[in-house]
């Protein structure tokens, strides 16, 4: 975070040169045009006088050409100047962080493999790209990559981002049309999404004034299904139309008017519906860069320290780090439980075991627990039949 903090420094002194000079070129330039203007009109009364161009006219158009001169060598000296202060940012960023990335990563990660790697690595992309509306990018980049993606992978993001669009031009029907479609496993995840949405229009109603009071009573049915679990909001949009002549904005009610309304749907909708289609609300390829953001100032210490120390054979596994990073519970995509047995930790082919005593070991340590059939718990003195031990995930 130091380091980038001396960068954005050195950044916010460029923009602010940036600005300056754009406001002071733009006065400049400004000032010479209105000089000349009159200049020019000058001329152009003396030529219709038919009169010589006298010493004090000379004078000054000599004067005029070389203000001209003045301002532009100035104007292109300060230019000159922003471009030392951009240099001053790059040479901040060289100094702060380590350009060379490639010493973190060990040398045989990417001997086996390869074709494989690198198509996960394209299909990680197009979905990010599909996830992030883009998506005449995302068949171009599937069609140049021989990727072949089915209309079954890219249909959830199509139907997403359809919607979302509807949403960000507040328009609530395609995502009311699929709320209600989905109404049954939206309300097996505790969803108010439905809610919001009717809540929304109710409120844009409101903002039509008296003329769309009866219209908004109307609509307000749809609260019915909802009066339990929202009562108190139901209350409050009920409350406001009393100030509804006086105007809801210049009420006790104003906030339902606020903007940020549409940006919580839109969050509220990606999220329910990415749940309901089986997408992560992040595209793994956005999860991973952030991640690795996170973890490569810790990769970059440890790898100088292990150099420096001369230590070999402690970074030589592809699939494990010397050292453990933490990335908070937001990362936790995996089992973080470690046999106690055999100190190891549990992978999708040696999962966690519960024992019918309630202790827990992995399956490779209960099949070499397994004695005459039977297996005693190695904390308890419970004896168990092995088939009676249930996986478990954490």
């Known amino acids: 975070m130091e380091q980038c903090a001396c960068v954005e420094r050195e950044l916010d002194k460029v923009l602010q040169k940036f600005g300056s000079y754009g406001q002071h070129c733009e006065q400049s330039l400004e000032e010479l045009l209105c000089y000349v203007s009159q200049l020019r ?12 161009l006298s010493a004090t006219l000379s004078l000054v158009m000599a004067q005029c050409c070389r203000k001209i001169k003045d301002t532009v060598q100035k104007l292109a000296s300060d230019h000159k100047d922003i471009h030392s202060s951009v240099s001053r940012v790059g040479k901040a960023i060289d100094r702060n962080f380590d350009a060379e990335l490639c010493s973190v990563v060990s040398d045989s990660a990417w001997d086996s493999r390869e074709k494989q790697q690198q198509q996960t690595l394209q299909l990680a992309i197009v979905e990010h790209l599909y996830q992030q509306g883009m998506l005449s990018v995302a068949e171009e980049l599937s069609q140049e990559s021989t990727l072949n993606m089915d209309l079954d992978f890219k249909q959830p993001f199509l139907e997403l981002n359809r919607i979302l669009e509807a949403l960000h031009e507040q328009d609530l029907w395609p995502a009311l049309d699929w709320a209600v479609s989905n109404r049954p496993r939206l309300l097996e995840l505790n969803s108010s999404l439905e809610f919001k949405l009717h809540r929304l229009h109710f409120i844009r109603l409101l903002a039509g004034g008296p003329d769309k009071q009866l219209e908004a009573l109307s609509y307000a049915r749809h609260f019915q299904p909802f009066a339990c679990l929202h009562q108190r909001e139901i209350q409050v949009m009920m409350g406001s139309l009393v100030y509804l002549p006086l105007g809801i904005a210049n009420s006790p009610y104003g906030h339902l008017l606020d903007a940020r309304h549409w940006t919580e749907i839109c969050e509220t909708f990606t999220r329910d519906a990415c749940a309901l289609l089986g997408l992560s609300v992040e595209s793994p390829l956005s999860v ?107």
């Open 41 to 52: 009109q000058e001329l152009s009364s003396a030529a219709l006088q038919g009169a010589p």
């Open 288 to 394: 991973s860069f952030a991640s690795g953001c996170v973890a490569l100032p810790v990769l970059m210490n440890i790898k100088a320290v292990i150099e420096q120390r001369q230590c070999t054979g402690v970074w030589s596994h592809k699939d494990e780090l010397p050292i453990e990073i933490e990335l908070g519970m937001k990362c936790w995509y995996h089992s973080v439980f470690a046999c106690p047995i055999l100190r190891q930790q549990t992978t999708d082919s040696n999962p966690p075991i519960k024992l019918v005593c309630g202790h827990v070991i992995s399956r490779d340590a209960l099949n070499k627990l397994i004695n005459g059939g039977k297996l005693k718990c190695p904390y308890c003195p419970m004896e168990q039949n092995p088939a009676d031990g249930k996986r478990i995930i954490f």
